[in-house]
């Protein structure tokens, strides 16, 4: 398997405007989360699905994010409008929760709001 | 709420040398650590994983530790080389049915050669 594959891996873009950031989980994996890293806050969960599902989506900063998985191949973390404090790396990681509770991480959205 | 914490944020060492990594949590009651590595413009890949029952998980050179009732762990590298520079993070999940991971703000770990 190719692994958790996320894009844009780079996307810089002004202010206002809007900011789509997606996900190909591993297949088979029935829990897809999407996390935010920053200098200043570190890791932060903004929401988790299982299968298909939102679990859990108490993270998401404000009205601004939204998250969606309309199938078990596909996500996608919406910022309408951006805001440069958006400027992060957004990684997308996924896990087979049957199969023990390894989690793999995609290699991240490097997100530059200006 | 579990806060998580790793200390010291950076350490050198040189090659060679057995090293020990940090991690704290506040709420004693989870239900799984994980140790995690992320080098530059990467993801994170999971290192270790220790269940609350357990007191440790070993992968070659690397021992992960956990002691849950003092909310510490430990991740042991032996024989550092210079491949094993990069960012380690511990995270905990708390709550049995709830995935989320809390992570620790890492130790950015550099072997000298």
Redesign the interface.
């Known amino acids: 398997d190719a692994g ?1 594959i996320q894009s844009p891996r780079h996307e810089v873009t002004e202010m206002g405007q809007e900011v789509t950031l997606r996900c190909k989980p591993i297949s088979g994996h029935d ?1 897809l ?1 999407w996390y935010r890293q920053t200098m200043m806050r ?4 903004l929401i ?1 699905f ?1 299968n298909n599902v939102p ?2 989506d108490s993270g998401m900063p404000e009205d601004r994010f939204s998250a969606k998985m309309p199938n078990a191949s596909f996500s996608t973390l919406k910022i309408q409008p951006s805001e440069p404090r958006d400027s992060a790396v957004y ?1 997308c ?1 996924t ?1 087979d ?1 049957p199969s ?9 959205s490097w997100l530059t709001v200006v | 709420k579990q806060e998580v914490t790793q200390i010291p944020a950076a350490l050198s060492v040189p090659e060679g040398e057995n090293l020990v990594l940090n991690c704290s949590f506040t709420d004693s009651a989870i239900y799984n650590l994980q140790w995690f590595r992320q080098d530059p413009g990467k993801g994170l890949t999971s290192l270790l994983l220790i269940q609350s029952s357990q007191r440790e998980q070993t992968s070659g050179r690397l021992n992960a530790s956990l002691d849950k009732s003092s909310g510490r762990s430990t991740l042991y590298i032996a024989a550092s080389q210079p491949g094993d520079s990069a960012t380690y993070l511990c995270a905990v999940v708390t709550n049995f049915g709830n995935e989320k991971l809390t992570f620790g703000t890492g130790t950015r770990l550099t072997i000298i050669p």
């Open positions: 958790v829990y989360f570190g890791l932060e969960l988790y299982n679990i859990d990684f990681a896990q929760r023990g509770n390894t989690i793999y991480f995609g290699e991240g």
